[in-house]
Structure formats: structure tokens, C-alpha cells
């Protein structure tokens, strides 16, 4: 009979043999075979004190933010030493494992290749058991996706947030000022509704008409802190927007639970982060120093007809060589420019959480807020010639100027529940600079990360 006395015994004696074998092969002067590697580096979801005792949880959502790292915009000159970690076949590869290790609810893509996603990922996502919408701009030829599960999710309608062509409403009464280049940049947000299996085992969800998602890759250049900025303003108007128009269009008062992810290449200091997050928003030192100044930066016509390919911004003239200086007072039209678009945010009646800044503090303080007051982890980009945070994941939420002020603070993880109805209850670790070895260390490299960006995971609970 297969006791569970025998089955111990079995395994034990088995323990023993391969044990014998090891120390025959040393005396024999044989190598015992090397452990097999990962192809990539696993990392544990650390969880907020008090979340794993909850004996009955609510509805759980594990929302991914990765910017994957566009094959065509790899050159060598980039990634000099990065060697076969480079190729399509080992990456795609480490990318898809990491998937599947991770196993997230929403995955918010970037930088995802226009010929990869419909010969491979397209392919892949739906063995997995995920739908998925895939956005692209112009001549890019990479884009956005969200990716979700079938049997938790039904997609129901999207909207595209292209940056280039968006201004505000007349009747809002919000003057935005105009962008000053093409970037072919967007942003993409998709409502979903929750499938029958989960209303039905998860009744609380009923309270709400489903999940609005978005994600978005935000103008890439050294100079690039104004675009941003106005960018980011986008975001929060568009997603208002569509609120409001779901709510006309199903035709009832409930609300939705909101989230919005992905790579804003800018830094927790920087005027896009704190604009959303640190409302009402007022640049100043460095802050306003770095729009400012970028204000003087002065775009190629190439950049500015829709022509341009993805690096290329010649300078007609000379250019500012340092993007953040010490001081920089700026002209009185740059200076309006800066007073406008900070005006214009904090006219907006919208905001976004950073779920990192909510709770990577009570879960991995030795890497939270070192660099910065808003309690964000030191970084996750990791390049060849560049280290920072740039990529997020926000809860969006109405915000009156009247009563909030989170200029000088961070929502704390009860906040976020009980105004939200969201619980934040794991975060992905993120790692210290010490982990990632000596240099040359910029990813991506094999057996290590598949892009020069690392995934960011938020688990909530939606209750």
C-alpha cells in the first residue's frame, strides 16, 4: 500500500542514491553538473503588514507595468556590451517566462514591437489565456498594450490619448498650451467589464461598473520635461472624459475602480510625476529649473513634421548641453509657459496615486524614498548609460483642491482603501543598485533582466 511512511522512505532512499553518486563522481575527480540557471531573476512579491491573515478575501487583481524594450530601436551603440542578451530569440524568450512566472491579472505593455505583437505576442498572450488591444502612432513601429484575462475580464470600450492632436474643452475653461514637437506618443485606455464567474463569486464588484485601465510611453528626450508635463496633464483630462462618457453611454451613476500604468520617463522630482501626484502642484528649485530650461531647447524641422523616426531630432542651432542646471530664470515667455501648464493642472480636478509611493515604504524600506519624498523606490531603469524610476502604477481619483492637499504628502495605504475601495496588498520587489552586479551591468543581459526596464506588479484588492 502507498503509505505516506513508504512514499517518505522512497524519497529518502532516493536522497540517498543521488547523494552516493555525487561523492563517487568527486573521488573520481568528476564535476558534479551546475544547477541550470534561470533566465531571468525572480523577484518575490513582498506583502503590506496585516494582508496575508485576511481569512476571506475580496476580488484580487495583479496589474503588471513593463516597458519590454522595442527590438527595432536596439543599436549596438546603445547597448555595447550587452552581447546575445540583445537577440529576439533569447529576449522573447526571458520576456515570456517572466510572464508566466508572474502571472498578472492586466499586463500594461510598452515599447511593444508592431511585427512582434502580431507574429508573436498576439499569439502567445491568447495561450495564455489573455485578450489584448494593441495601439500603435504614425511611423512608429512600436506601440502600447493591455493585456487581460479572459475568464476575469470582458473589454468593452477604449479610447486613444494622442498627445500630439488632444486639447481641452472650450467649456472647461482650461487653457492648455499647445505642444511644441511631434513625438507620435500615446496613450491607451480600455474599460473592462468583470465576467459573470467573477460577479458572481464576488458580489462587492456589482457595487461598481467595472475597471477603467490605461497605460501610456511618454516622450523620450533629454529635454523633453514641458512635453511631458503636458502629457501628463492628458492623461488625467482623457481619462475624465471617459468616465464620463461610459456613464452616459451605460446609463447609471455607479463609478469604477481606476488605474492607470506605465513608463512616463520621468523621475518622482521631475514636473510630470509631481504635476498628477503632488496636487496642487508649484514648481519650484529644481523642478522649475528643469521645464524651464527645457523650454529653450529648440526642435529640428525634421522632429516637427510627421517624417520623423524614432531618434532623430538634429538642432538647426546650438541647444542647452545641460538639462538640469543649478539655476536657470528663462525668458518671460518661458516663464509663462511654465506658469500656464502648471496652472492648467491645478485647475484639473483629477489626481493619480502611485501605488509604489502608497506602500513600498512599510515593505522594503532600505529602497524607498532615498532619492526622493514621495517614497518610490530608487529605480527601474537599469541602462548602459542611464539609472532612474520612470515607470508607475496609479490609482486615478477625482481631487478637490478645495479640501486636499498632497503637495507635501503620500496617500497612506488606509487612505487608499477606504477613499478608493482599493487595498493594496503586494508590491513586486524592486532592486537596490548594490544587486545588480558589477559593471557593465546595464540590461539587459542573460540570466538577468530581458530589457533595460524591470516590471513593476501592484496586487489589489477591490472591495
Given at each position: 500500500?502507498?503509505?505516506?511512511?513508504?512514499?517518505?522512505?522512497?524519497?529518502?532512499?532516493?536522497?540517498?542514491?543521488?547523494?552516493?553518486?555525487?561523492?563517487?563522481?568527486?573521488?573520481?575527480?568528476?564535476?558534479?553538473?551546475?544547477?541550470?540557471?534561470?533566465?531571468?531573476?525572480?523577484?518575490?512579491?513582498?506583502?503590506?503588514?496585516?494582508?496575508?491573515?485576511?481569512?476571506?478575501?475580496?476580488?484580487?487583481?495583479?496589474?503588471?507595468?513593463?516597458?519590454?524594450?522595442?527590438?527595432?530601436?536596439?543599436?549596438?551603440?546603445?547597448?555595447?556590451?550587452?552581447?546575445?542578451?540583445?537577440?529576439?530569440?533569447?529576449?522573447?524568450?526571458?520576456?515570456?517566462?517572466?510572464?508566466?512566472?508572474?502571472n498578472a491579472d492586466i499586463l500594461c505593455l510598452q515599447e511593444v514591437d508592431v511585427i512582434q505583437f502580431k507574429s508573436f505576442w498576439s499569439k502567445e498572450f491568447d495561450k495564455l489565456g489573455y485578450n489584448h488591444k494593441f495601439y500603435s502612432c504614425g511611423t512608429k513601429n512600436h506601440g502600447v498594450a493591455i493585456v487581460f484575462r479572459k475568464?476575469?475580464?470582458?473589454?468593452?470600450?477604449?479610447?486613444?490619448?494622442?498627445?500630439?492632436?488632444?486639447?481641452?474643452?472650450?467649456?472647461?475653461?482650461?487653457?492648455?498650451?499647445?505642444?511644441?514637437?511631434?513625438?507620435q506618443n500615446i496613450g491607451l485606455l480600455a474599460f473592462l467589464e468583470f465576467t459573470p464567474a467573477v460577479l458572481k463569486k464576488y458580489p462587492k464588484v456589482r457595487e461598481r461598473n467595472g475597471l477603467i485601465i490605461g497605460t501610456t510611453h511618454m516622450f523620450w528626450h533629454p529635454f523633453g520635461t514641458f512635453e511631458r508635463t503636458r502629457q501628463a496633464f492628458l492623461v488625467l483630462y482623457k481619462y475624465k472624459q471617459f468616465m464620463k462618457t461610459l456613464s452616459t453611454t451605460i446609463g447609471n451613476s455607479k463609478n469604477f475602480y481606476t488605474f492607470f500604468s506605465g513608463d512616463m520617463n520621468s523621475q518622482p522630482y521631475d514636473c510630470p510625476y509631481l504635476s498628477i501626484t503632488a496636487k496642487p502642484v508649484s514648481y519650484d528649485s529644481r523642478a522649475k529649473n528643469v521645464i524651464t530650461?527645457?523650454?529653450?531647447?529648440?526642435?529640428?524641422?525634421?522632429?516637427?513634421?510627421?517624417?520623423?523616426?524614432?531618434?532623430?531630432?538634429?538642432?538647426?542651432?546650438?541647444?542647452?548641453?545641460?538639462?538640469?542646471?543649478?539655476?536657470?530664470?528663462?525668458?518671460?515667455?518661458?516663464?509663462?509657459?511654465?506658469?500656464?501648464?502648471?496652472?492648467?493642472?491645478?485647475?484639473?480636478?483629477?489626481?493619480?496615486?502611485s501605488l509604489y509611493a502608497v506602500g513600498y515604504k512599510q515593505v522594503h524600506p532600505n529602497n524607498s524614498g532615498l532619492d526622493n519624498n514621495r517614497n518610490e523606490p530608487m529605480f527601474s531603469n537599469w541602462a548602459n548609460s542611464w539609472r532612474g524610476l520612470l515607470d508607475y502604477i496609479f490609482v486615478i481619483s477625482r481631487w478637490d483642491a478645495g479640501k486636499e492637499d498632497l503637495a507635501s504628502r503620500v496617500d497612506s495605504p488606509l487612505e487608499v482603501e477606504q477613499n478608493q475601495g482599493i487595498?493594496?496588498?503586494?508590491?513586486?520587489?524592486?532592486?537596490?543598485?548594490?544587486?545588480?552586479?558589477?559593471?557593465?551591468?546595464?540590461?539587459?543581459?542573460?540570466?538577468?533582466?530581458?530589457?533595460d526596464h524591470l516590471c513593476l506588479i501592484a496586487e489589489v484588492e477591490l472591495v
Open positions: 500500500m502507498l503509505t505516506p511512511e513508504y512514499i517518505e522512505e522512497q524519497r529518502r532512499l532516493r536522497e540517498l542514491r543521488k547523494q552516493q553518486k555525487r561523492t563517487s563522481n568527486e573521488a573520481l575527480g568528476k564535476k558534479s553538473p551546475s544547477p541550470k540557471k534561470d533566465i531571468f531573476i525572480k523577484r518575490p512579491m513582498l506583502a503590506l503588514p496585516g494582508t496575508d491573515s485576511l481569512d476571506e478575501p475580496e476580488f484580487r487583481v495583479k496589474i503588471m507595468s513593463y516597458n519590454i524594450l522595442a527590438q527595432s530601436l536596439i543599436r549596438r551603440t546603445l547597448f555595447p556590451t550587452n552581447g546575445a542578451a540583445l537577440k529576439w530569440p533569447n529576449r522573447s524568450k526571458a520576456l515570456l517566462e517572466e510572464f508566466k512566472h508572474y475568464d476575469m475580464f470582458i473589454f468593452r470600450y477604449q479610447t486613444v490619448i494622442n498627445y500630439d492632436k488632444e486639447d481641452t474643452d472650450p467649456s472647461d475653461n482650461i487653457e492648455l498650451p499647445p505642444p511644441r514637437t511631434i513625438t530650461c527645457a523650454l529653450s531647447y529648440q526642435y529640428s524641422k525634421r522632429r516637427n513634421s510627421l517624417e520623423v523616426k524614432d531618434g532623430e531630432d538634429a538642432m538647426d542651432k546650438p541647444n542647452p548641453t545641460e538639462t538640469e542646471p543649478e539655476f536657470y530664470e528663462g525668458t518671460s515667455e518661458e516663464q509663462k509657459l511654465v506658469k500656464s501648464i502648471q496652472d492648467a493642472h491645478n485647475a484639473l480636478d483629477m489626481r493619480a496615486i487595498r493594496l496588498v503586494k508590491l513586486l520587489r524592486m532592486p537596490e543598485p548594490k544587486e545588480m552586479g558589477p559593471e557593465p551591468s546595464g540590461q539587459p543581459r542573460l540570466n538577468q533582466y530581458p530589457s
